[in-house]
């Protein structure tokens, strides 16, 4: 399945910390939970706009050299 150890070494690493956090998270009481949610909710949006932001830059960039104006 694995064709190196040190591949198999992350596939265990990655599967732990995923039991791990599971674990933890579970144990989170429900404002913890909730303030999580919040928070994964309001990154996501910023991620959104600051990929929006690099796109339309380079969008701009893209348009300028096609003119001849960079």
């Known amino acids: 399945m694995f064709k190196n150890r040190i591949n198999a070494a992350r596939a265990l690493l990655g599967a732990g ?19 999580i949610t919040a928070y994964e909710t309001d990154a996501l949006q910023a991620l959104g706009l600051v990929m ?14 096609k003119l001849g104006w960079r």
Request: overall charge neutral; hydrophobic content about 65%; glycine content about 12%.
């Open 52 to 65: 929006a932001a690099g796109v339309a830059v380079w969008g701009l960039m893209k348009l300028m050299s």
């Open 17 to 35: 910390a995923l039991a791990v956090g599971s674990a933890v998270h579970a144990e989170l009481p429900a404002a913890a939970g909730t303030a």
